[in-house]
């Protein structure tokens, strides 16, 4: 089992997000405690906990302590990764870019293609901006022979911890 440290250098959500990427394409059980332990609201928060719940729903995986606030949880991948198409709302402004920079890889070792359309809001600090991935990654990603695309289909101003456009 992989052990992680989610206060190790910034202690952000990046640490959550990048390890259960790597334990489902790894299929490596992870075991990750104090989730987010340098931030002013430590533990999941909405966006973080979507991330959880999508990656067990493509994997099959069964986790232990996902819930909002948790500071730790247990993650057991399943074998093998879903394809389709999937749609994630993170019910508040927590960054989409975030969840599907951190979905991605998954769909390139996906049993097929996949589409993920996620609702939530496109533009906060210290985190990715959906263009620089559109603009910049994607082109990276084709070089690799890798395809992918990210289309942004209606840009807004969502309040802080409010809920989308679509409501």
């Not at 990048?18 to 340098?38: D, G, P, Q, V």
């Not at 999508?54 to 394809?83: D, V, Y």
């Not at 991935?133 to 084709?142: E, I, N, P, R, S």
Request: hydrophobic share 40%; proline share 5%.
């Amino acid at each position: 089992m992989i052990e992680i440290d989610g206060s190790e250098k910034s202690g952000s959500g990046t640490i959550l997000r990048y390890s259960l990427m790597l334990s489902c394409i790894l299929k490596k059980e992870m075991h990750i405690y104090n989730i987010r332990a340098k931030r002013k609201k430590p533990g999941l928060q909405p966006q973080h906990l979507k991330t959880v719940e999508a990656m067990k729903f493509l994997t099959g995986a069964t986790i232990e302590g996902a819930r909002l606030n948790s500071k730790e949880i247990m993650f057991r991948p399943g074998n093998h990764i879903k394809s389709g198409v999937f749609d994630w709302d993170i019910g508040t402004a927590g960054s989409t870019t975030m969840l599907g920079l951190s979905l991605l890889p998954l769909g390139f070792f996906a049993d097929g293609p996949s589409v993920y359309r996620i609702s939530g809001g496109l533009f906060q600090d210290f985190a990715p901006n959906a263009f620089h991935a559109k603009h910049v990654l994607m082109g990276l990603l084709k070089r690799f022979s890798l395809q992918a695309d990210l289309e942004v289909l209606k840009p807004g101003y969502v309040p802080v911890g409010g809920r989308s456009y679509r409501d």
